[in-house]
């Protein structure tokens, strides 16, 4: 009798584990048929994400329209009291207001600090306080038919970011942010990340003014001397005290 019923026991349990094995496997394959059904749903969801990132990231490579800073007229323009570069730009007033026939002076509106702080944040290069204080007196500036000129901080930026095209062929664009132009002939003005001095650079030779302050210096001097040589008595004196300090 108990060998029946130890029999019976283990005839239940094989069917119970056969019953076990037989739900297992259901479930599995269930579980693999909802998996497979389930792909083209993942591989959409991912096709969607790499459509989303791509559309971000050619939307942030798409330039905004260029649209250049509003001139102003050079009898409005106020140089700031507190101004780091105020004497000079009194004298490049003054020449331009009085000798209009021999000196041409191009003024924009100037960049505002926040301006300023978020090109520094975006091109991640900071400007020296002369140059800060330029462009917030005239968001670029061309004296003299680009004898000497300033562009503004948004076609710096462009140009920045594209590489300076023939002039990193010198290996000189890791090192220096292109601002401008001197003379209009292909030679450069530039700021050396490092120290932040500006250079003149012309075919790969580079001259150091130190800062905004001597490169208008410099045209000041060039352009009186140069095209005006008439004994302006308040040019000479500045000019003068220039020399002796």
């Not at 019953?19 to 096709?47: V, Y």
């Amino acid at each position: 009798m108990k060998f029946l019923l130890f029999i019976a026991a283990v005839i239940a349990l094989g069917i119970v584990t056969i019953k076990l094995k037989r739900k297992n496997k259901e479930r599995t394959n269930a579980l693999f048929s909802d998996l497979i059904k389930s792909i083209p749903e993942i591989n959409e969801q991912k096709n969607a994400e790499v459509e989303i990132k791509k559309a971000g990231s050619e939307k942030d490579e798409k330039e905004e329209p260029y649209i250049p800073p509003k001139e102003i007229d050079i009898k409005t323009a106020e140089v700031s009291q507190d101004s780091i570069l105020k004497e000079q730009l009194d004298i490049i007033l003054y020449m331009a207001e009085k000798y209009p026939d021999l000196m041409n002076l191009e003024l924009y509106e100037g960049a505002s600090s926040l301006s300023i702080s978020l090109f520094e944040e975006r091109t991640g290069i900071k400007l020296t306080d002369e140059l800060k204080a330029l462009y917030m007196f005239s968001n670029g500036m061309d004296i003299d038919r680009c004898t000497l000129r300033f562009e503004n901080l948004e076609i710096i930026e462009r140009e920045y970011r594209q590489g300076y095209c023939d002039w990193a062929k010198e290996g000189d664009a890791n090192d220096y942010l292109l601002i401008g132009s001197v003379i209009g002939d292909g030679e450069y003005l530039c700021m050396e990340k490092k120290t932040g001095h500006i250079f003149w650079h012309d075919e790969g030779e580079m001259t150091d003014y130190i800062d905004v302050g001597f490169i208008l210096d410099w045209v000041i001097d060039f352009i009186y001397d140069g095209y005006l040589q008439n004994g302006d008595e308040k040019i000479e004196t500045y000019l003068k005290y220039q020399k002796n300090n």
